[in-house]
């Protein structure tokens, strides 16, 4: 966020849904779908259109986020499993201590004193973050993960908005294009998968004894 523009982070972030995917199908032995397989290739093309490996070089902002788009996947699978046998808020509580913890070192070799304005936006920011991951926490509790993945297309609208009128950023064209790629590959999952699920659904109930 700090090294590229809010809407390319955003981007590059909708490959989360994928590595979830991929993480569904190699940790958890999910079974393997055509739909599942075209859509990771398709929403790997659009990673690679926003990031234009060779023609453009990638930077440190662009890698970093890259980076975490796996990263988050991985929690997601965890939050999912956890919501299994855990409470929503004991989620919460335990990633802001372990998230706590994990940064101190980083946050002690780069200290600086924060001024009062910065400690009353930081002071913000933790409320909406803490919120924000509340009510995550709670959606992958009670929804299955296809269903709540389609929501966080709408973070790119957002980020559009947010980035031009706090930070003048016009993303390139090239975003938009592998942006919609991917949205567009994760859209087509997400409605095979609910198909999918409706019809095992209606398959198991059918084959149910009177």
């Given at each position: 966020m700090a090294r590229i523009p809010i809407a390319e982070v955003?981007?590059?972030g909708y490959t989360t849904p994928i590595f979830t995917t991929l993480g569904a199908i190699l940790i958890f032995r999910?079974?393997?779908r055509f739909r599942r397989v075209v859509a990771i290739i398709i929403g790997f093309v659009g990673m690679l259109i926003i990031l234009r490996p060779g023609l453009i070089t990638i930077d440190n902002g662009s890698m970093a986020q890259l980076i975490a788009a796996p990263c988050f996947a991985i929690s997601?699978?965890?939050t999912k499993?956890?919501?299994q046998t855990e409470?929503?808020?004991d989620i919460l509580v335990m990633l802001s201590i372990f998230c706590t913890l994990t940064l101190l070192p980083g946050a002690l070799l780069m200290w600086r004193t924060p001024t009062l304005i910065e400690l009353f936006?930081?002071?913000i920011v933790a409320?909406?973050?803490t919120f924000g991951h509340y009510a995550l926490t709670r959606s992958i509790a009670v929804a299955p993960l296809t269903v709540t993945q389609p929501f966080s297309f709408l973070q790119l609208v957002w980020a559009i908005i947010f980035g031009y009128l706090l930070f003048g950023e016009i993303p390139d064209l090239w975003v938009f294009i592998g942006g919609a790629i991917i949205v567009g590959a994760i859209s087509y999952m997400t409605h095979r998968e609910a198909v999918a699920a409706r019809?095992?659904?209606l398959l198991s109930g059918s084959s149910m004894p009177e």
């Open positions: 955003t981007a590059i999910e079974r393997v997601f699978l965890l499993r956890l919501t409470y929503s808020g936006w930081l002071l409320v909406v973050a019809q095992e659904k």
